[in-house]
């Protein structure tokens, strides 16, 4: 309180002269001013963004987004960035007044553009130079009622020639960061019942249709990012299931590099756990960390479809908690009656526009499954990329896309939900070049593979 106090009580034009090098004037001065830091987060001057906002609304997710452009030889000393609202408790009786702190007291960034719910506030020019970095900073407000705010915030999304963002100072190679957040989630439970495949927050009915999920209501999913060190940069790579304390299961392909045949190497891979917003690594329930092993099935080849399973083993146990938990596997026959008809839940990170962008949050859809003979009758490709090692699903406009792989697909069974497919491909749609929703996607079927799981971990995942 005493930050935003001071900072109200400052005028919001400050002098630039304790800097010595002149910052870019804003395209928006009306909107976006450089000030001196008066909360000197920096520990010594430094400059940041005052960004006040007219027009929030109430109850409505008012979205703010603002894209940054810095330039300097020889890279960054730093890569984290963040917006901050200060004047909260005061909305929507006044403008919103933001702070933007830079990543590099020695560089201070162009604003290229501000968009506000939507609708386009500001903008200008990028940053000029051989090494230039955009960054896009997000923040999220919903204005229930007076006094009545609830909030998320998103952190840096770099285009290129940056490191991941990282909190309190860590190694972004350690992997293990727990920062804080103004995200609201539910209360941390350190204790654990035994039964698998049941979250602390019932997931919600679905229906035919991609639908946004609720904080740790698949408590089970996990997200793998693959650490590109020619680019400096950390990528989504594919989703994943929790199966068990030290164990997840993803596609064999995401475990391979970009040349389809090459496997990946444990410190290549950052494995997340109670993630939401994959932009935002300082959720603080999330736990990171580096695999201590990473299993192809040896069948499986990246010229085929066959055989596509990955096991991701965890350097330690971890600590379940009321949004991390085990989900079961099928342990019931895997014969095709038992499965046909089902309605099936996807839940992922993928392409959910149709420009092919990845969506920040983790998305749901139902399916429901085909028999074997009906998939491969509806296209001849489908013919080519099944075996009796995989299910087909969904064929209705909805389903899974580029950037699902790797996810579960879950169903219902008493009071559980359990583990029976693993996203792993569709066809293209031959005018897009993306995934060809209207067709069935296919799945690998976890239930064929029960014995080489135990084989591999030494669990027999009851």
């Not at 010594?44 to 330039?71: H, K, Q, Y």
């Amino acid at each position: 309180m005493k930050l935003t106090q001071y900072w109200l009580n400052l005028q919001l034009v400050l002098s630039l002269a304790e800097n010595s090098t002149s910052p870019p004037s804003s395209p928006c001065p009306s909107v976006f001013q450089y000030v001196t830091d008066p909360s000197h987060y920096h520990r010594s001057p430094a400059l940041v963004g005052s960004l006040i906002l007219a027009g929030v609304r109430t109850n409505f997710n008012n979205t703010v987004e603002v894209v940054l452009s810095l330039s300097r030889n020889g890279g960054f000393s730093n890569s984290y960035a963040s917006i901050k609202l200060l004047n909260l408790d005061k909305l929507p009786e006044e403008p919103a007044k933001f702070v933007v702190y830079f990543p590099d007291r020695f560089t201070t960034p162009n604003v290229v553009s501000i968009v506000f719910n939507g609708k386009q506030v500001c903008r200008g020019s990028p940053a000029e130079g051989r090494w230039v970095t955009t960054i896009n900073l997000n923040y999220y407000v919903m204005v229930a009622s007076r006094n009545a705010v609830r909030t998320t915030r998103f952190f840096n999304s770099y285009k290129y020639g940056q490191r991941r963002p990282t909190t309190n100072h860590e190694d972004p190679d350690r992997g293990d960061q727990q920062g804080s957040t103004e995200s609201t989630v539910l209360p941390e439970v350190k204790s654990y019942d035994g039964d698998c495949g049941r979250p602390v927050s019932p997931a919600m009915p679905l229906l035919m249709g991609g639908m946004q999920t609720r904080r740790s209501e698949w408590p089970w999913l996990g997200v793998l990012f693959y650490k590109n060190r020619d680019q400096g940069s950390v990528e989504f790579r594919c989703g994943a299931s929790l199966i068990s304390s030290k164990v997840l299961l993803t596609a064999g392909h995401c475990l391979l590099k970009v040349d389809g045949r090459t496997a990946l190497h444990p410190r290549d891979v950052l494995a997340s756990l109670s993630r939401h917003n994959i932009l935002d690594w300082s959720e603080p329930t999330s736990k990171t960390v580096t695999p201590r092993d990473l299993i192809i099935h040896p069948s499986f080849s990246g010229d085929t479809f066959d055989y596509d399973i990955g096991i991701v083993t965890l350097p330690e146990p971890i600590i379940f908690t009321s949004s991390i938990r085990p989900i079961c596997l099928w342990n019931k026959s895997p014969e095709e009656s038992l499965l046909v008809g089902q309605l099936g839940t996807v839940v992922g990170w993928g392409f959910s526009h149709p420009e092919g962008t990845i969506s920040e949050t983790p998305k749901q859809v139902q399916l429901r499954i085909v028999s074997e003979v009906d998939c491969i009758r509806s296209d001849p490709g489908l013919q080519l990329t099944t075996s009796a090692r995989t299910f087909c699903a969904g064929g209705n406009g909805t389903g899974p896309c580029q950037g699902d792989s790797g996810s579960g697909l879950y169903l219902h069974q008493g009071h559980s939900w359990v583990l029976r497919g693993i996203v792993s491909h569709s066809l293209l749609d031959p005018q897009t070049g993306k995934c060809d929703t209207r067709k069935y996607s296919v799945y690998t079927d976890v239930a064929k593979y029960r014995g080489w799981l135990k084989e591999q971990t030494g669990d027999d995942f009851v």
